[in-house]
């Protein structure tokens, strides 16, 4: 036995060699975990990171700032190296979980909110078994850029026909990749996350300090904006044919699209960060579905009295040009 110098717990080392029970463990998704995990894990059990240290998989990790509420944690490894472990399981395909991917973006469809808490609630099995929020599992994120590609080509041929080149495919799929999902992602999980660190802490003398990490913020991102996309992409292209009528049906319908859509985002950002203990009053991340919804009635009201103000005709003309 030796005593570990972290924790102050004891620990037979001697154990480590032994046959580990596969179902003692689980996997980021709450499934039992391989034996090379179990092996990963129980090493990690005898040398736990410190209190203000959060892993980000094998490889790299990020560092929070003590609960203080500067800003959420900063990542760590000097030379970029936690980003060139992500970027680095997108070429391996085996370590890819493709199958708890789908299951998520079902679950997130689900009809009730208890029915989409249940993504969140696989993030504090990532926490008991990892020490993360985040998904270190790039799955998700990659079946995304699939279905923008995928969105791309679709709308490209529907509105501009035989105008539609392989330039402006490219083009607009990147405008799409990294103007649209990446760069808006960026920017609003970062705010939600500085919020969140700034003003939601809940500080206990009797429990660990915590931030939010940046990947998890950015995970409620890729979960909002996928049943977002559902709508607004994949329901709007649907009815196309009449949206684009010249009608007070065509524009009532456009309007409801797109709340529905932008409120899904919302609500589903609401539920992340609920779904962490150490932040209250997280009913602020409500706060734009007043915004959706006064712009939804005002659209719906000057429609019926003759300024009709149709989304999908304008989402269209500034995105593909007149």
Known sequence: FSRNHQSDTMFDIDSLSAPINTTSFVDMEGKPASPQKDQFNARRRVNPPGPNFYTMGEGFSMEGDGGSGNGYGRIMGGD???????????????????????????TLMGPTPSTMNKVFKLAKYRKKTKNQWARDDPAFALVQVGFLLVSTAAW?????????????????FLNDLFGYWMLGGVLLSGACASIANQKLMVHSVHSVAQTVEWLYA?????????VSFLLTHVV?????????KDS????????????????????ITHLGYRALPFLNHTEIYLYPLIAVGLGYVAIVLLAFVG???????????YYFGN
Request: hydrophobic fraction near 55%; proline fraction near 1%; charge should be neutral.
């Open 307 to 317: 300024y009709r103000i149709n989304i999908t005709r304008f989402m269209i003309g």
């Open 218 to 226: 950015f995970d409620i991102h890729c979960n909002g904006f996928f």
């Open 156 to 172: 490209g041929v529907a509105v501009l026909g035989s105008q539609f080149t392989l330039g402006r495919f490219i083009y607009f």
């Open 80 to 106: 970029g190296q936690w980003l060139t472990q992500y970027l680095r399981r997108l070429w391996s395909w085996e370590q890819m979980d493709f199958e708890s991917c789908f299951d998520q973006m079902v």
């Open 236 to 244: 709007q292209f649907l009815l196309l044919p009449i949206l684009l």
């Open 248 to 267: 007070l049906i065509s524009v009532i319908l456009s309007a409801s699209i797109w709340a529905l859509g932008l409120g899904a985002y919302v609500f």
